[in-house]
């Protein structure tokens, strides 16, 4: 059997396992074995074990459990209402201020979580209710909230930078630098956008004679301080070279494990084990996926799937941005279907190849790949964000929540053109504050 005969084999019966449902870990692993059997025999079995354990063996994901626990101790406490409340009473006079402080919210939250669903919960628990109270359109409500929960994964500290930089070799701090620009700049589209649609309906949230004091305005400040402080420090330990991303992981989860116990009071013990809890099982989710994408890496390549798909592409002469949409639809589709982690650790390792011969920059292409990982996240039929805003709010059709995420995909898609248009947005900055490199 050709290589290209056993690679649609495997990629039917891979696409037909992630639909079932199965969890996506036990899913490539078995698939993983079960085509090593088939194709190479039991022979083949004696590697199993020790790649598993290799897509283990790498200091650098430490990171992901300590970025999992800022992200658990952040969520468990009210800093998502203080927050969201704060920037309330600061962008109240803007057409849609409400919607605004909720976007606002969303990126700051971001920061500190890494994570698209906390990011949405958070934000959306406190923003879709009152916004709806206010009479704002249901469909701006959740829609902006769902929008604003994918900044989770682009705005650093990210965890799927952290796991394309693991599968690619990629410098996670040079990632992390390079979601910063592409963050504001979509963080500001979905913004704008917002600002016109609330103007063009001409809805007002407060009264004309509406005011908050300036006493009002510095109340809502105290307590998030520390923890926009805790962004900027681990933001300087990772881009001054004062500390590895592993470390400053560390030192971000045990500073805002210490300000949820001093600030929010969280110092029962059924409290902390509820923070330990979920960082243990979201962590264990995702080593085990990254663990098991190894092997499923190792058989593609054993079969030579990998490098028969890089010839095909390289032998068929695209122009490169020919190529580059052809991928960018490929994860597109991707992302409807299946979920960002295991898209990233399962088609990195073959687009790297592919994208550095055609001369892009791997940083760049990682904060592209992430945008489409955002698209997946607020797009049927998988959108996560979509139906945690509809668990917030269950009285809102799922229909009319994706209504509601249709212009903010727009957006993504117009970002991502303004990013191959302009790669410096995203590569400016790495390579000023860290050097020209890869």
């Known amino acids: 059997m050709s290589p290209t005969q056993e690679g649609s084999i495997v990629l039917v019966v891979t696409l037909l396992m992630l639909l079932s449902g199965v969890p996506v870990a036990f899913g ?20 199993v074990a020790e790649t598993f ?11 992901i459990p300590m970025f999992v626990m800022m992200g658990a101790a952040i969520g468990s406490s009210p800093a998502g209402k203080d927050l969201y409340e704060a920037l309330d009473r600061w962008l109240y006079r803007l057409p849609g201020g409400l919607v605004i402080s909720n976007l606002g919210a969303c990126a700051i939250f971001a920061a500190l979580t890494g994570s698209s669903p906390a990011c949405c919960a958070a934000i959306g628990k406190m923003g879709i209710p009152e916004m709806r109270r206010r009479g704002y359109p249901d469909e701006v409500a959740t829609g902006s909230i769902c929008a604003g929960g994918t900044l989770g994964i682009l705005i650093p500290p990210s965890i799927t930078f952290i796991l394309y930089g693991i599968a690619t070799e990629t ?9 910063v620009m592409p963050g504001i700049m979509l ?33 809502s400040v ?10 900027v420090g681990v933001m300087y330990a990772l881009y001054g070279g004062v500390a590895t991303p592993s470390e400053a992981a560390g030192v971000g989860a045990a500073l805002c494990l210490v300000l949820a116990v001093l600030i929010y009071r969280l110092w029962t013990p059924q409290q902390i084990w509820m923070i330990l809890r979920d960082t243990m099982r979201e962590s ?3 080593l085990t996926i990254i663990a098991a994408a190894v092997l499923f890496g190792y058989m593609l ?16 002469h695209f122009n490169r941005w020919v190529l580059m949409g052809t991928i960018n639809l490929f994860l597109l589709v991707c992302g409807f279907f299946i979920p960002p982690a295991a898209i990233i650790l399962m088609t990195s390792p073959i687009l790297l190849p592919i994208i550095t011969a055609a001369g892009f920059d791997p940083v760049w292409f990682g904060v592209i790949l992430t945008i489409n990982m955002e698209i ?25 929540v994706m209504w509601g995420t249709l212009p903010y995909v727009l957006c993504m898609m117009l970002a991502i053109v303004i990013l191959c248009i302009f790669p410096e947005i995203a590569t400016w900055l790495p390579n000023h504050l860290m050097g020209v490199g890869k």
């Open 222 to 231: 105290p307590k998030i301080a520390p923890f926009v402080f805790i962004i």
């Open 187 to 219: 963080t500001g589209m979905f913004m704008l956008w917002s600002v016109f649609a609330i103007w063009k309906s001409g809805f007002r949230s407060h009264a004309a004679e509406f005011r908050y004091s300036w006493k009002q305005k510095f109340e």
């Open 301 to 316: 390549t054993s079969l030579y799937l990998t490098q028969t798909l890089a010839q095909a592409i390289a032998d068929a």
């Open 53 to 63: 354990y290799s897509g283990l063996d790498d200091f650098t994901l430490v990171a």
């Open 376 to 400: 997946g996240l607020i797009h049927p039929p998988v959108g996560l964000n979509i139906y945690i805003v509809n668990a917030i709010a269950p009285d809102v059709p799922v229909t009319k």
């Open 284 to 286: 264990v989710m995702i």
């Open 28 to 47: 490539l692993g078995a698939i993983s074995i079960i085509f090593l059997l088939i194709f190479q025999g039991f022979d083949s079995m004696h590697v």
């Open 171 to 179: 410098s996670i701090g040079r990632l992390f630098v390079a979601g």
